[in-house]
């Protein structure tokens, strides 16, 4: 079994209620990869049988760290349309609710009506010009948390390499690439992981890594699964991240993956605390 | 009292449970403003007696349209540290959960620690070398929702004047100043509700409006109440919004709120379903 599906694997109680534990190969310095967690609260919806559709939309919230050992997880439908249906996901070690959740998912009506896309490149660059992957070094993993060990990243800017470097950057803009490693077909759950597969960008900006976590992060998925489904299972997907505000003690960033055409599969913002 | 104030009115019924009611000075094409739902969720929370701290993060999900008249809405803090606490939300009419949301708030550690943005140039325009809002044309009111004439807009591109004109643009930028009418106080409930006073970018790319509504709504606050309060209440809030991708019947869109001078207070991101 991939380490990933090892990693997101949960038995059911019964009634939404999952049971899981947490997975050496996505740990973080404290706690899980937040990548990981993320993929786990949209895992919870994915397997439920009451699940329709595919995800739109996911926030996840950080509340507390997640001790090593055990969780559960409760994803309960709070309303389902003919096309949508919304979630409520909880995740708990005993009494303590560690991370929350929302979810919307929908039937979507692929290709139909009108589409496109808007000055993209204006908001953050896309591939285009990029070196590809097997022309990059293989991302450093010496002296870094566990979890990207579980992902090939091959940076083009502003990778791990700029991070250990120490210096201080004028921005925080990383553009990579990236799959898991080993390789393995791309979902919906690798794809919340890769959301968050970007380090907080303060580190960036100061050129060294200060205490700071993920405290809330949303995804917009704008990919069906029959289009994930078709990427090789080896390939890497583009992935790009940049800071925006940095002011008392939190910061927010954006991200978006895309393939390697350029298509968009999705884009996501968080909100980051830091203390430097 | 303001109608904004009128339409926040919750009368407390214990246990974090208020119920509420909708206002028709923010009525929308079908159900309310979602503005204003996103300031009530919000309000539950800066009232509830347990409330720590300012809100960083909301997120809103719109799971059903809210019915004229009653409602309750439900806060619960479910995760207190000594600095952040995390709260779920929920409006419910009857049985049926219409609203659902997540908020984060924090003791901010403000004017502490390093700050600095980011290139937000790039992301969306800023407030520079816009016109003041007393040189420009009040929006439109005529044929608009009620929610509109709630607000005092002066379009400085993109605003309903150009819905009304009904021609397809290239790109779905707005930039406009906005403040609520009669003049209010800031606070965080007026700047959630302003952070969704942008129509739907689709009608713009389009030239038409089409079926089209707020699936899921983030906020992220980048600035303190006392921030807020010292903006005078008679004066505009710039806001700017665009489009970024639209494929199989949702979109996102971006949008930011600055004071006069450029100071950053919000920036949102919205999921929106459209038929088009």
Known sequence: MHRFDDALTLTSLGDGRYRGRTSPAYANMVGPFGGITNALMLHAVMRHPQRQGEPVALTVNFAAAIADGEFDIVAK???????TQHWTIELKQGEDVQTTATAMFALRRVGEGWSGSEASAEVLPGPEGAAPPEALAASPTQGLPAWVRSYDIRAIEGGFERLLAGAAEEQSLTRLWLRNEPPRPLDFESLAAMADGFYPRVFLRLGRRVPAGTVSITTYFHADGATLRAQPA????????????????YFDQAAELRTAEGRLLARSTQVVYFKG
Do not use: I, K, N, Q
Not at 77 to 83: E, I
Not at 234 to 249: C, K, N, P, T
């Open 77 to 83: 439908p709070v309303r389902t349309s003919r096309s």
């Open 234 to 249: 080896g390939s890497h997907l583009y992935g790009v991240a940049r800071g925006m505000e940095f002011r008392d003690g």
